[in-house]
């Protein structure tokens, strides 16, 4: 399963972007699609998840950050509103779920994609 992600670039600060994540390949079904960032020389961080039970967002994008997924498309957006320059990183999507009826997994990763935050 392949992720492809779009939608990062620059911004100034107080501006939004819309990330987007599709899917494709064999997709049986995804159980949890997320974002994640990674700033220099530190790990990655949850940025915001969404599973059939919910949502799951990152404490620094609290009330900012909106993520939402259409089943249809094997996509998952996640709208970044009141961008911050702290905000500034590479973004990467991940689903997780099954290839097919006989329930084998995968766990794919997009490449990432570089938001900037300017102030």
């Known amino acids: 399963v392949q992720l492809q992600a779009s939608g990062g670039g620059s911004v100034q600060a107080g501006g939004s972007l819309r ?3 599709s899917a494709s390949g064999s997709v049986f079904r995804i159980n949890v699609m997320g974002w994640y960032l990674q700033l220099p020389e530190k790990p990655l961080e949850l940025v915001a998840l969404i599973t059939a039970a919910g949502t799951r967002y990152g404490d620094s994008v609290k009330g900012r950050f909106t993520i939402s ?10 709208q970044m509103n009141s961008l911050k320059p702290k ?3 590479v973004y990467y999507c991940n689903a997780d779920g099954f290839k097919d009826g006989n329930y084998n997994s995968f766990d794919s990763w997009g490449q990432g994609t570089l938001v900037t935050v300017s102030s």
């Open 19 to 21: 990330l987007s994540c």
């Open 69 to 78: 997924r259409d089943k249809a498309k094997n996509t998952a957006y996640l």
């Open 87 to 89: 905000d500034t990183a």
